[in-house]
C-alpha cells in the first residue's frame, strides 16, 4: 500500500503490480476553488509524459473528496473523453470513490490496475486549457450556499446517486460523446462538494431524478 503526498517529491512513484494507492482527502467542508483543479492537473502534466492516474490522484490528495469525483468527470467532458474505453475506467474510478465515501471511509483507495493508467502530457495540459475558462467562471460566482446539501448525510445520498450515473456510462460510451450527460451531472455534485456551494448539489439531483424519471417512463411505463 502507497500513501500519496502533496509536494515532498522529486519524482512520481507508480504503484508496484498488485498494490494499490492510499488517497487522505480533507474531511472539511468544501471550502476549495474550481481553479485548483486546472493548477492541479497542470501540476502533474508537467511531472513527465505519459503522466499515470497516480500522479494526477497525488496532486489533488488532502483535498475535499470532492475532487476526486469532479476531476475525472470534468476530464471526461473534454476531448480526452473521446478516447475509446477511457469514459468507462473513469466512471469506474468515481464509483470506486464514491462507494467509499457512501460508507464514510476517510482514507480513500485507489486499486494498481487503475493508478497506473496513462494519459499522453499533452492531452491532460490540453484538457486543463479547456475547463480553465469554466473553472475561473465558478470561481467567480460560486460560493458556499445551502451548505446542508454538502455535508453529510447528503454527502453520502450524492455518493450513491453518482455510482448509479457511473452505472451508464458503459452502455452511452456506445453512442460518441454520450457519455458526457451523466459525466457533467456527476461533476456538479464533484464541485458542489469541492466548493460547499448546495446550488450545485441542487441542480445536479434535478437533473439526477428527472433523467431517472425518464429513464423509467421509456423503459418500464411505456
Known amino acids: 500500500m502507497q500513501h500519496l503526498r502533496r509536494r515532498r517529491r522529486k519524482a512520481p512513484r507508480e504503484p508496484k503490480r498488485g498494490t494499490g494507492v492510499q488517497v487522505r482527502h480533507a474531511t472539511g467542508d468544501g471550502m476549495a476553488k474550481a481553479g485548483d483543479i486546472v493548477e492541479g492537473l497542470c501540476a ?48 469506474l474510478f468515481i464509483a470506486l470513490m464514491a462507494v467509499q465515501i457512501a460508507i464514510g471511509r476517510e482514507d480513500l483507495w485507489l486499486p494498481g490496475f487503475l493508478a497506473r493508467r496513462t494519459i499522453h502530457e499533452d492531452k491532460v495540459e490540453a484538457a486543463a486549457e479547456k475547463l480553465r475558462p469554466l473553472t475561473d467562471w ?66 445536479a439531483w434535478t437533473l439526477s431524478l428527472a433523467a431517472l424519471g425518464v429513464a423509467f417512463w421509456a423503459f418500464v411505463l411505456r
Open 138 to 203: 465558478m470561481d467567480r460566482h460560486l460560493g458556499r450556499h445551502l451548505v446542508a446539501l454538502t455535508k453529510p448525510p447528503m454527502q453520502q445520498a450524492a455518493a450513491l446517486m453518482v455510482i448509479v450515473l457511473c452505472l451508464t456510462v458503459p452502455f452511452l460510451e456506445i453512442v460518441p460523446f454520450a457519455s458526457t450527460i451523466p459525466m457533467a451531472t456527476i461533476a456538479m455534485f464533484g464541485l458542489g462538494l469541492l466548493t460547499g456551494d448546495g446550488r450545485l448539489m441542487a441542480l
Open 44 to 91: 502533474a502534466a508537467r511531472e513527465g509524459d505519459p503522466v499515470a492516474v497516480s500522479t494526477i490522484v497525488d496532486h489533488f490528495d488532502r483535498r475535499s473528496i470532492g475532487a476526486f469525483i469532479a476531476v475525472p468527470a470534468l476530464l471526461e467532458i473534454t476531448p480526452i473523453g473521446g478516447i475509446p474505453g477511457l469514459p468507462t475506467a473513469l466512471a
